[in-house]
């Protein structure tokens, strides 16, 4: 029975992210157990069995639910066979400030790559929930042992750290080999060097040299889709380098998979390798940046004086993208320092009015389920079925209601994803719920709470 449930959850995950992904990482699991909520899987490395529970551990809960097994719950065991590989240990992830900085050069002489920012290194990279893969996959890269992941593919939105990662990598690998000839440029250097090669009828030296490096990346490659001839040099390049065993770090905005117009035999290579993706930034981690970037900043503005909270507030106001966090902070530094005031609220609201619009952070309906069943104290089965009793509908109906009022999602795909309800039972509950609030603190309360936890 739960074998065969496990079957279908199968079937169904591999139609949702799609065969690669599937193969990559669902396929390797054994299902072992359900006991006491709890389902149990055997995986090939602690490495998979945290990346699975990360990226499908909700949708794999809801679906094996929603298929009559009783699950809240994921747990996975490395198979031991395998050495699992190990995130970064605390004293790799904390190397003393002193630690010499290689020098700022725009790449080696012979290589025409793109510079590398010095402030780009993983000392300064700030780590937590939402990134701390993409940052240990990139420290083992940066370690320059053999070559295990072939091409390291980091995605992301905008500002997340993805060309920050990649330049770490650049510098560790340099620092650790002065002589590996590591060549980092971004996509569009890529195709400008390749346009220029085939003007002046000298493809055979950009091969050369393409060909000869240790390491190679590219960054943003979401770049050359759409331009066929630069694809098909890419590609070419990317397979020599492979089957020579040299290390490939691409970066891009979205997952292989979903990059338009990139051929399908590109997408499928690229996906041979490991895929890491950073997620959008939570609070801790904003906080944590926010914090370090400050200290940076008061060495060079040590007037400056920050009160309490205003770091939190930043935090907790500004949206996802790093770049955006860094920007605000630079410009309320240099603000505060001209017109020499101690940087307030008042003065944060002040001077970066027009950063702090809402963030318009995305929140999932499954969050949602899985946030009210937490809260109230129920299992996701009971949200998810039939039952009518007060205890489980009230609860059911403010997850209608946040899932109505904080997602975009319509109705039918509300009720759908409620355990198949028809989308008139969301109206209701939607109604119920904006009524209630207003006559039943309790419920007022309720609704704030889960509202400024799925936020967050
Ligand atoms: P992306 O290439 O993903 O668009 P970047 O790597 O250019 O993003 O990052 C944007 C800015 O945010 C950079 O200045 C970078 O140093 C900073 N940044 C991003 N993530 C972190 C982090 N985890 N810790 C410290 N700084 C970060
Ligand atoms: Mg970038």
Redesign the pocket.
Known sequence: MIIECWGRVCDQLRSDIGQDAFQNWIEPLNLLSVENGVASFSAPTSFVGTWVNRNYGDSITMMMTREGVDVDRLAFKADVLVKPVAAPTVEEVTTPDEKPKPPVTTGSPDLPGSPLDK??TFD???VGKP?ELAHAAARRVGEGGPVTFNPLFLY?G???????LMHAIAWEIKERNPKAKVLYLSAEQFMYRFVQALRFKDTMSFKELFRSVDVLMVDDVQFIAGKDSTQDEFFHTFNALVDQNKQIIISADRAPGEIDGLEDRIKSRLQWGLVVDLHPTDYELRLG?LQ?KAEAQLRHYPEVKLADGVLEFLAHRISNN??VL?GALTRLFAFASLVGREVTLDVVQESLADVLRASDRKVTIDEIIRKVADHYNLRLTDILSPRRARSVARPRQVAMFLAKTLTSKSLPEIGRRFGGRDHTTVIHAVKKIEELRSIDNQIAEDVELLRRMLEA
């Open positions: 402030r780009f300064s990279f700030v990134n992301g905008v500002g997340l750290g993805k060309t920050h940046i370090s790093v770049r860094e």
